[in-house]
Each structure stands twice: as C-alpha cells, then as structure tokens.
C-alpha cells in the first residue's frame, strides 16, 4: 500500500519506526539535499560528503526505532550528520598523524602537520605532482581545492558544465592520491591537501 506523499511528518515517523521502507525513502526525498549540504560545508568535497550522506541515512535506518516522533526530525538529522561528519575528520587527522609520526620518527608531543604543512620540500612536491596535470585540470583542481571555488563558480568562471568540472576534480584526486602513494613519507600530508586546503 502506498504511502501518501504528503503525509505529515509524524506519521512518516511512526511508520519508520515500523520498518516502513517507503517512509524511508520519503524522508530521505525531504532532507537528503540540505543535510548533503551542510556536510559538503564542512568538508569541501564533494565525493566524501554524499558518502557520509549515505552513513546517516544508514544510521537513520539502523536506529529507526529509536527516532521519536514527538521530537523534530531535521534537528535529529542535523545532529546525527554533525557527528558523523565530525567523527570522520578526527579519524581522518589521527590517521595523518600516525602516518606522519611513522614516516619521521617524531614524537607524539610535536605538532607535527602543522610543521609539515609548512614545509618547503612539502609544497615542492605538491607543485610538481600538479604540475604533471593537463592544463585544465591542473586550473580547476587549484580553483577547487586551493582556491576553494565550488564547483558551480568554476563553472561559470571556465565557461564549462558542473559535470566536467566533478569529472576533472574526481581524476585529479585519483592522479594525486597516486602520486602520494609512491612517497609515502607525504602521502599524509598530499591527502590533508587534498580534502582540506580549501576549509
């Protein structure tokens, strides 16, 4: 039996609470899109925000029976992307830090991304990886990544589809995630670059 569109919330809730897949799907139709957006606000890329888009759907499912439906829902999300989107970069900075630690025999009680962050020998290396890059890729990653310009800006700016400029920024991650990998001494630090320089 279908469930009517306009259902009131608190129904669509109690029907989620109930295992209602398509109560589900409605409320994911509803907020998917500004919860994607407040993801890709702290983390500036595109790809990992609509993964952790699909964890908190993912967790939204899995705790379902305990959602109230007296309580509002978009706070609820909006607390649950929070957290997850939270989680991942302190994940993802303790993973950098170890690597660091592991690749210059430092110890734990220096800060030591932010002294490599700053390095020289760090951004010669990022320069030439870039550099390795066709001329239009190499322009829209910095735009992106450097610069911080969403992809709809560099659309405008270049005269060219937001599908082009995604296309460009997905195969330039890839070429310099690859480059990182064959140094691994600043695998950490090109992957920090990479999500984070335009924060």
């Known amino acids: 039996m279908d469930i009517d569109q306009n259902l009131p ?3 669509l809730l109690c029907q989620l609470r109930s295992g209602d897949m398509q109560a589900f799907d409605i409320l994911y139709y509803r907020y998917s899109q500004i919860i994607y957006a407040n993801i890709l606000k702290f983390l500036k890329d595109e790809t990992t ?3 952790l888009l699909q964890d908190v759907f993912l967790r939204i499912w899995e705790n379902r029976s305990k959602i109230d439906p007296e ?27 170890s690597e660091v630690h592991l690749a210059y025999g ?13 390095a020289k020998e760090a951004m010669v290396l990022v320069e030439a990886l870039l550099s390795r890059l066709p001329n239009q890729r190499q322009k829209i990653f910095r735009l992106s990544k450097l610069e911080g310009k969403s992809y709809q800006e560099i659309s405008e700016e270049m005269g060219i589809s937001i599908a082009t400029v995604r296309d460009h920024i997905v195969k330039a991650n890839k070429f310099i995630r690859n480059g990182a990998l064959q140094d691994s001494g600043f695998s950490a630090l090109l992957l920090a670059l990479l999500l984070y320089s335009s924060n």
Do not use: G, V
């Open 9 to 11: 919330e608190k129904n």
């Open 49 to 51: 925000a609509e993964d």
């Open 71 to 97: 309580q509002s829902f978009a706070a609820f999300l909006f607390t649950c992307s929070r957290n997850i989107t939270f989680n991942f970069k302190r994940r993802l900075k303790l993973e950098m830090e």
């Open 106 to 118: 430092i110890s734990e009680s220096e800060n030591t991304i932010d002294r490599i962050l700053d």
